[in-house]
């Protein structure tokens, strides 16, 4: 079993920067992705950014404003979001596709509140 646990979640004012990690633990599996999804108030859970041996996909509102980088070694995702305005104000969780025997599985974190507001 793997868990997932987040942390730089925050208030920031518009135009200014934030950076989210997440840290995974457990034992007995391999990782194959991590990555970052949001969801706002009302609204649909949504990709942010996710990072698969060394391959990242974007969410088409974030691309040229966030970054995802990963330490496979501490098996920790970070996303260093930039530019921020009020739209991305949201629940950002933590997503893992790990691999344990033959078998791969999706897991989720608990959530980090990210806040864009002057």
């Not at 989210?20 to 991590?34: D, H, K, P, W």
């Not at 995702?77 to 933590?94: G, I, K, R």
Request: proline share 3%.
């Amino acid at each position: 079993q793997v868990h997932l646990v987040e942390s730089g979640g925050g208030l920031v004012q518009p135009g200014g920067s934030l950076r989210l990690s997440c840290a995974a633990s457990g034992s007995g599996f391999s990782m194959i992705t991590m990555g970052w999804y949001r969801q706002a108030p009302g609204k649909q859970r949504d990709l942010v950014a996710l990072i698969s041996n060394g391959d990242t996909n974007y969410g088409d509102s974030v691309k040229g404003r966030f970054t995802i980088s990963r330490d496979n070694a501490r098996n920790t995702v970070d996303l260093q979001m930039n530019s921020l305005t009020p739209e991305d104000t949201a629940v950002y969780y933590c997503y893992a596709v790990v691999r344990m025997g033959s078998t791969a599985s999706g897991s989720w974190g608990q959530g980090t509140q990210v806040t864009v507001s002057s």
